[in-house]
């Protein structure tokens, strides 16, 4: 297992649209671990392959902190195939530094997925939990959660990255 870097804004990669897996083998699931060693040490309850730099469709959840159940589930093609009413909650992302942000997200979703033996696998989860799911899944769409935010609020996020950048070259 690997700690891998995890890519931040405005890196392009973050925008890429990852891509559909169709080969389930071993490589995938230690790509699954040296995600979850590097969500666990960053620490983050979610990550996307992409940031990474891996584009391709995989999210990695920490169910054992949102529902008290397993401990990482790994989510491969995931979509959201239904949702339910909405909710406004605070979001942070582990490629958007030193930023929270209140996002309006759906409440409830259901997800279909395959799991890493490319078995088909559906799960509906409420609260934070669907939260994070619909954060994770769109990183798989390039988008960030920033996206979801005023274009004012976007503008000033980039304008205070710019400026830290700026002060690292210096
Ligand atoms: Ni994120």
């Not at 799960?123 to 960030?144: C, K, N, P, S, Y």
């Not at 000033?156 to 710019?162: A, N, W």
């Amino acid at each position: 297992m690997t700690i891998r870097t995890i890519l931040e804004f405005p890196n392009p990669v973050l925008r890429q649209k990852a891509k559909l897996i169709t080969v389930f083998n071993e490589g995938l699931k230690e790509l699954v671990k040296d995600m979850t060693e590097t969500m666990y040490d960053a620490p983050g309850i979610g990550l996307a392959a992409p940031q990474i730099g891996e584009c391709i469709q995989l999210i990695i959840v920490d169910v054992a902190k949102l529902e008290e159940e397993q401990e990482v589930m790994a989510m491969l093609n995931p979509r959201i195939i239904g949702h339910e009413g909405t909710q406004i909650d605070e979001e942070g992302c582990l490629s958007v530094i030193e930023l929270t942000a209140n996002v309006k997200r759906y409440k409830k979703v259901t997800v279909s997925f395959q799991d890493l033996e490319g078995e088909p696998r559906e799960i509906t989860a409420e609260d934070r939990f669907a939260v994070v799911l619909q954060h994770e899944i769109d990183h798989l769409h390039g988008i960030l959660f920033i996206d979801h935010l005023s274009a004012l609020k976007r503008t000033l996020y980039k304008k205070k990255v710019q400026k830290m950048l700026a002060e690292k070259k210096a």
